[in-house]
């Protein structure tokens, strides 16, 4: 394993305590656990805002927690979710009164830890609501959305809930536009190498040299299929079909665009996707309002990139185009027009 | 090659293409040559600064270009240098009449290639200054500094230039500071795997499994040894020894700290990197004024990392406060303290 590790059982508190150390105004940790990661800047009386899942993703899923993000983050084991009691003792830190909301990603063992967490709250009389964000089109077929995987495009449900919390919408506003946007983002994704786990140091599924495989998830969930590997071009042209049919778009509609790497793919070879994607776009006559060029949800050393587009209304674009400011990301307020 | 490409002779331009058109408002070319970048945000009468380099290390070059840093960049193929018609072209596009300046790495080929394009623009009357920055400790022993490589902690050059000339000050006082700079920063980098140039296909030099190799450059030159991977704050302690002994460094001192990811190396590892490099500054009683940890100067897929250390004084840390925007890298204005 060709990485840079210590004992692999403190792989993650080790990164954290650094986290810690190098953003000491941003974020620290409720209570002497490292893993219940919380902003130190949250606005009073605002709805809190809580995400988590597990390690290896970063900047997902604690780096956006910051003024006009999230308010805290429950932060796993590598490719594992937080426990209960870590989401239980961040919604105590972090809630303000006006109600919390949790926003996660669609996979089972958050499911029951965020949801053992509300039960637990709810005891506490502490208003939690929850959204699971699920957006990869090829982890379920249309008609089955609600089984569709997390990935990359939670960047948009964080993003415009986090500006709406920010406003100091009340709950059941800041609800509506998280699902609102969980609504309009679609992802597809594609792997060219696998990732390893520290802790297991070496990985745990494969991809042979000269094949990729389209549709592979962020923990090395299988795709739709494993092909020869194809030019940038030919690929993305392969991935935009299923992400534009899905919603549908049609001429006229307006998006963000998202290209996430997935770890080792350099930010070159984003940018040779991104210029495939908006020349697709154009000729279908949808309109870019703005992009996002970066890794925003990696999985450790993988190599490979996913693609989300965001169908924007003006009531979406007010929230996206406010300013948010983490210690891994930050945004300055955008024109709306 | 696990990776996104179409024709591999297209790389760079397909790359430009799509950065163009992700961020059409901040940066563009000069006349038809893609290569030729320029920022379309130069403040008037200011003194430009160009850089340049080989391809194949995002952001570096061309992404620290934008208000508050560079306003051109002459970009080569992957790992190759600009020609000089392409610096000369960027020379006239930027000028303001306030003189130029050109800052870059310390490789044959850019010498030749900016030392040509100078010349030329001698000729066409526009006054050109060149510093050359050349950092990585391990590339050249104390008292041959001036055979060191510039690698990632020419970043701080570029901020502290910039910040300079955006403050309006004439040709001697941004070329003094930005000498200052380069006099202050210092680099030491490791390496854990190779990486693979598009039109080659295939790793020009190895690193064998389970094997690191101190002090490698970013094109993969030869570093001091190559040694059993050992644990991160090993190799974090066996780095930062070079590293505080050659400026050298004393009790008191202030620093800004670089952690630099080579491409496929995590975040998380940059972070756990971070926290040891934080620990040994501490206990040597070197205050860390400031921190960055992420991607600054990359080498394709390569996995390994840098630690730059930036000594400080009173007024470089009035340049390093202040602001900047490129479309890869942004930081508001700090606090001087």
Same mark, same amino acid.
């Given at each position: 394993?060709? !990485?840079?590790?210590?004992?692999?059982?403190?792989?993650?508190?080790?990164?954290?305590? @650094?986290?810690?150390?190098?953003?000491?105004?941003?974020?620290?940790?409720?209570?002497?656990?490292? !893993?219940?990661?919380?902003?130190?800047?949250?606005?009073?009386?605002?709805?809190?805002?809580?995400?988590?899942?597990?390690?290896?993703?970063?900047?997902?899923?604690? @780096?956006?927690?910051?003024?006009?993000?999230?308010?805290?983050?429950?932060?796993?084991?590598?490719?594992?979710?937080?426990?209960?009691?870590?989401?239980?003792?961040?919604?105590?830190?972090?809630?303000?009164?006006?109600?919390?909301?949790?926003?996660?990603?669609?996979?089972?063992?958050?499911?029951?830890?965020?949801?053992?967490?509300?039960?637990?709250?709810?005891?506490?009389?502490?208003?939690?609501?929850?959204?699971?964000?699920?957006?990869?089109?090829?982890?379920?077929?249309?008609?089955?959305?609600?089984?569709?995987?997390?990935?990359? @495009?939670?960047?948009?449900?964080?993003?415009?809930? @986090?500006?709406?919390?920010?406003?100091?919408?009340?709950?059941?506003?800041?609800?509506?536009?998280?699902?609102?946007?969980?609504?309009?983002?679609?992802?597809?994704?594609?792997?060219?190498?696998?990732?390893?786990?520290?802790?297991?140091?070496?990985?745990?599924?494969?991809?042979?040299?000269?094949?990729?495989?389209?549709?592979?998830?962020?923990?090395?969930?299988?795709?739709?299929?494993?092909?020869?590997?194809?030019?940038?071009?030919?690929?993305?042209?392969?991935?935009?079909?299923?992400?534009?049919?899905?919603?549908?778009?049609?001429?006229?509609?307006?998006?963000?665009?998202?290209?996430?790497?997935?770890?080792?793919?350099?930010?070159?070879?984003?940018?040779?996707?991104? !210029?495939?994607?908006?020349?697709?776009?154009?000729?279908?006559?949808?309109?870019?309002?703005?992009?996002?060029?970066?890794?925003?949800?990696?999985?450790?050393?993988?190599?490979?990139?996913?693609?989300?587009?965001?169908?924007?209304?003006?009531?979406?674009?007010?929230?996206?185009?406010?300013?948010?400011?983490?210690?891994?990301?930050?945004?300055?307020?955008?024109?709306?027009?």
């Amino acid at each position: 394993m060709q !990485r840079l590790v210590n004992d692999p059982k403190n792989y993650v508190d080790e990164m954290l305590a @650094g986290i810690y150390k190098a953003a000491p105004e941003a974020v620290g940790h409720a209570g002497d656990d490292l !893993r219940c990661y919380v902003s130190k800047q949250v606005k009073k009386g605002k709805v809190a805002l809580i995400t988590g899942g597990g390690s290896g993703h970063l900047p997902l899923f604690l @780096g956006y927690v910051g003024p006009g993000m999230l308010d805290g983050c429950g932060v796993g084991g590598v490719f594992q979710s937080p426990s209960p009691d870590q989401i239980l003792a961040i919604t105590k830190e972090v809630s303000q009164g006006a109600g919390v909301l949790y926003i996660y990603g669609n996979y089972g063992g958050d499911i029951m830890n965020f949801g053992m967490a509300k039960d637990m709250a709810d005891m506490e009389d502490i208003e939690v609501r929850e959204v699971i964000a699920g957006e990869d089109v090829l982890s379920s077929p249309k008609g089955h959305e609600d089984k569709r995987r997390g990935v990359a @495009g939670i960047f948009y449900v964080y993003k415009i809930a @986090g500006a709406a919390a920010d406003s100091m919408l009340g709950i059941d506003e800041v609800e509506r536009l998280a699902r609102k946007a969980c609504a309009n983002v679609r992802t597809v994704g594609m792997a060219l190498t696998p990732c390893i786990i520290p802790e297991k140091g070496k990985a745990n599924f494969s991809i042979e040299p000269g094949k990729m495989e389209i549709g592979m998830g962020i923990h090395g969930e299988p795709g739709i299929k494993v092909e020869d590997l194809a030019k940038a071009d030919d690929i993305v042209a392969e991935m935009m079909k299923p992400l534009l049919e899905d919603l549908p778009y049609v001429k006229g509609d307006e998006v963000s665009v998202l290209i996430n790497g997935l770890g080792a793919t350099p930010r070159e070879e984003l940018y040779i996707v991104y !210029r495939k994607v908006a020349e697709i776009l154009e000729g279908k006559g949808i309109k870019v309002f703005n992009n996002y060029v970066g890794e925003f949800a990696t999985s450790m050393d993988m190599a490979g990139m996913s693609i989300s587009l965001f169908k924007l209304d003006k009531e979406l674009k007010h929230y996206l185009c406010m300013p948010f400011e983490t210690p891994f990301l930050s945004q300055k307020q955008l024109k709306e027009d």
